[in-house]
């Protein structure tokens, strides 16, 4: 525009188009950095222009420093550096300005909603947090709010009366699909926050801490600090969004690419199971899938029993229950191939810790301490432990106990590779038919 405007041939435009690219990535980067773009960063009353001039020079700086290495300033006169500089910051103030106006009242009518949230605290820090200023300067939405009663005077341990609130806040975020659990306690109590940190270690959320009420008095002085304060993450979920995301891909692709291969099989085996005894072609069963919310899972039916109750029995081998299909299907996991149906669902994943019957989650829950961090990601059609020989029946504590730490050992270490290579070895499982009955 201003070689334009100064009568000047308008030429090298790719290195014109090229550096203004460069330009806005650098600045993209730096302003991400920042927190401009976090919703308490962008209704925030504290005005960001100041420090959007401060990055937009930095990059001005950062630009003509790469010009002079690269020798191509000779393209670019004085004129045309200058008038980018400062154009370009003006209209970065006025899309600032414009968007902050477009968010504050999107805010204000309740249009807008950040991550749903179940806020639990102390009484004084609760009373100084309301719904607008969850929004405005953590993104969160609250679903529900919890009051923890005073602290015990014992620093061992926490009261009978804190561990319910806790229970209630965990039972609320599964029951209301919250995507974290808050918490706004002052930080004065460490010793407090590590006893309410490891008991939320039972559910698979994330769990942030909001800055008490007399940090947030002091980040409010503009000379303190340079972006508004956000919540910090004392306990992260099993998976970030994007490895959550990776691995419903996975899921997706993968049971839908299976139906596709698997239908005639079980087509045979619907009919098959239809001629051979009394009864529904599908098995249906209570199970508990992620952060321990029920489902019903699906089987082809190969028992001449449908137990969904109180006292399930574990298939042996031999079993007498077992139909004369039953046990063609059960050798060789056909029996498992509608649980695909449930992957689609999203109910539960390709690989994962094998769900169990409800009264088996109980039972094994109350001897095990660790048992029920294997709700911390959707059960699977397969898992590390099914490949690692522990596969059916557990008529021991001491296998169940060994399932577990495989099952935990995969949720620690969970990577697209191991999915894809528990997925090739359980084929092999398949093939063997070990502890298969």
Do not use: C
């Amino acid at each position: 525009m201003y070689q334009a405007f100064s009568s000047r041939a308008v030429s090298n435009f790719d290195a014109f188009a090229l550096s203004g690219s460069i330009a806005a990535i650098l600045y993209l980067w730096m302003a991400h950095a920042a927190g401009f773009y976090q919703l308490g960063s962008i209704v925030s009353s504290r005005p960001a222009y100041r420090r959007i001039i401060n990055r937009w020079l930095i990059v001005g700086l950062l630009l003509t420093f790469l010009a002079f290495l690269l020798k191509v300033g000779a393209i670019f006169s004085r004129g045309s550096i200058i008038s980018f500089v400062a154009l370009s910051a003006t209209l970065l103030m006025g899309a600032r300005w414009a968007v902050t106006r477009v968010v504050r009242g999107a805010v204000t009518g309740g249009m807008l909603a950040g991550r749903r949230a179940v806020l639990v605290g102390s009484r004084d820090e609760l009373a100084a947090l309301d719904g607008d200023q969850l929004l405005r300067d953590f993104g969160l939405t609250e679903i529900d709010r919890l009051t923890l009663p005073s602290h015990s005077l014992s620093m061992m341990r926490l009261s009978f009366s804190e561990m319910s609130v806790l229970n209630q806040a965990m039972e609320s975020a599964r029951q209301k699909g919250a995507e974290r659990i808050v918490l706004a306690i002052s930080w004065n109590e460490s010793r407090r926050l590590e006893l309410i940190r490891d008991r939320m270690r039972a559910s698979p959320l994330p769990v942030q801490l909001v800055p008490d009420r007399v940090v947030r008095d002091i980040t409010q002085d503009e000379t303190l600090a340079s972006k508004p304060y956000s919540a910090i993450e004392i306990k992260r979920g099993p998976l970030s969004h994007f490895e959550q995301f990776l691995k419903r891909a996975l899921d997706i692709v993968g049971a839908v690419a299976l139906l596709v291969l698997l239908w005639p099989p079980m087509l045979l085996a619907a009919i098959a199971i239809k001629l051979d005894s009394a009864g529904p072609v599908l098995f249906r069963q209570r199970r508990n899938g992620f952060n321990t919310k029920q489902f019903r899972i699906l089987k082809f039916r190969t028992m001449t029993v449908g137990e969904d109750s109180d006292k399930v029995v574990q298939a042996t081998r031999f079993d007498r229950r077992v139909t004369r299909v039953g046990r063609h299907l059960r050798r060789s996991s056909v029996d498992e191939l509608p649980q695909l149906f449930n992957v689609l669902k999203g109910d539960m994943s390709l690989v994962g810790p094998r769900p169990h019957a409800l009264v088996h989650d109980i039972q094994y829950g109350e001897i095990l301490s660790d048992y029920a961090f294997r709700h911390h990601v959707k059960p699977g059609i397969t898992g590390w432990a099914q490949v690692n020989g522990f596969r059916g029946e557990t008529p021991r504590i001491e296998q169940m106990q060994r399932r577990v730490e495989l099952d935990l050992w995969y949720i620690n270490n969970w990577s697209l590779l191991l999915d894809l290579k528990i997925l090739f070895k359980t084929a092999f499982e398949v093939a063997s038919a070990r502890n298969a009955y």
